[in-house]
Nanobody
Framework: QVQLVESGGGLVQAGGSLRLSCAAS????????MGWFRQAPGKEREFVAR????????DYADSVKDRFTISRDNAKKTLYLQMNSLKPEDTAVYYC????????????????WGQGTQVTVSS
């Protein structure tokens, strides 16, 4: 079982950048496709980005495409999300999780979420 701890959030002005990290414990990190999700106040949690086990294949929600980049370092058991050109609507708590499914229908696998990391974008 993989345990996940997110970090790197903060307060940034619109147009700014942040890099989120997700540190995983356990030996099987490289066996899993991973993803980022986010939950804004009063809204349901939504998919943001997904990366394959090897890191070769990535997929993004339309709302973040061309602005966010997901990556991973399997040796360090760490998942990343580089967020550029941030917008106020990107404000949310960001979570990482193991991901399953196909493009357009990704779902988190681990039932228990970490504490997430807060991203706040001011206008």
């Amino acid at each position: 079982q993989v345990q996940l701890v997110e970090s790197g959030g903060g307060l940034v002005q619109a147009g700014g950048s942040l890099r989120l990290s997700c540190a995983a414990s356990g030996r099987l990190f490289s066996n899993y496709a991973m993803g980022w999700f986010r939950q804004a106040p009063g809204k349901e949690r939504e998919f943001v980005a997904r990366i394959s086990r090897s890191g070769i294949s990535t997929d993004y929600a339309d709302s973040v495409k061309d602005r966010f980049t997901i990556s991973r370092d399997n040796a360090k058991k760490t998942l990343y999300l580089q967020m550029n050109s941030l917008k106020p609507e990107d404000t949310a708590v960001y979570y990482c999780n193991v991901v399953e499914g196909v493009s357009g229908s990704y779902s988190p696998v681990t039932p228990s979420w970490g504490q997430g990391t807060q991203v706040t974008v001011s206008s």
